[in-house]
T-cell receptor, first 113, second 113 residues
Framework: GNSVTQMEGPVTLSEEAFLTINCTYT??????LFWYVQYPGEGLQLLLK?????DKGSNKGFEATYRKETTSFHLEKGSVQVSDSAVYFCALSDNTGRRALTFGSGTRLQVQP | NAGVTQTPKFQVLKTGQSMTLQCAQDMNHNSMYWYRQDPGMGLRLIYYSASEGTTDKGEVPNGYNVSRLNKREFSLRLESAAPSQTSVYFCASSEKGAMNEQFFGPGTRLTVL
């Protein structure tokens, strides 16, 4: 079956530091890949996505590249802010008729001033 | 647009009690989903509905039932609540064929004593 593995948190960084959150996946076929963000007390919001190999998703300074050869979709940001503190979820969809998402366990990011 | 709305936001039940979690979306989406979120486990799919009048089981359906009342509404029912159902429940919706981007509600935090 499908699965997503994320690095465990929490990740604690100082403001303006470089961020990497690792994500690897197992899936059949050609899944679509996503990063969702959850701010405290809120639901999940789509941060970025990529639908085929070598695609780069980007949004709000975050980037992730769909690497089929390494089955990875690592999230990066060059300079984090306190407002980026949240839980980040990597997810995939196997593009079957169900179109449901398989999520990783989430990585909590804490950015200190 | 309100997006995806869920009621209630919080609920405390005693073991054996029943309740229904309500979800509605105003984006005219065909597909709707119920997930549960547990610490360290990401989100897991309980049930989904690909279109009005259809429902299907996800990864963890035991102890739950669902109703797709119309295109807008998708409810989740716990017939006899158990402590293992203590969790945060999220409803989501997506447009068929829209590269699987899902829109999430704010969640319902349920505690079963």
């Amino acid at each position: 079956g499908n699965s997503v593995t994320q690095m465990e948190g929490p990740v604690t960084l100082s403001e303006e530091a470089f961020l990497t959150i690792n994500c690897t996946y197992t899936a059949t076929g050609y899944p679509s890949l996503f990063w969702y963000v959850q701010y405290p007390g809120e639901g999940l919001q789509l941060l970025l996505k990529a639908t085929k190999a070598d695609d780069k998703g980007s949004n709000k300074g975050f980037e992730a590249t769909y690497r089929k050869e390494t089955t990875s979709f690592h999230l990066e940001k060059g300079s984090v802010q306190v407002s980026d503190s949240a839980v980040y979820f990597c997810a995939l969809s196997d593009n079957t008729g169900r179109r449901a998402l398989t999520f990783g366990s989430g990585t909590r990011l804490q950015v200190q001033p | 647009n309100a997006g995806v709305t869920q009621t209630p936001k919080f609920q405390v039940l005693k073991t054996g009690q029943s309740m229904t979690l309500q979800c509605a979306q105003d984006m005219n989406h065909n597909s709707m989903y119920w997930y549960r979120q547990d610490p360290g486990m990401g989100l897991r799919l309980i049930y989904y509905s690909a279109s009005e009048g259809t429902t299907d089981k996800g990864e963890v359906p035991n102890g739950y039932n669902v109703s797709r009342l119309n295109k807008r509404e998708f409810s989740l029912r716990l017939e006899s609540a158990a402590p293992s159902q203590t969790s945060v429940y999220f409803c989501a919706s997506s447009e068929k064929g829209a590269m699987n981007e899902q829109f999430f509600g704010p969640g319902t935090r349920l505690t079963v004593l």
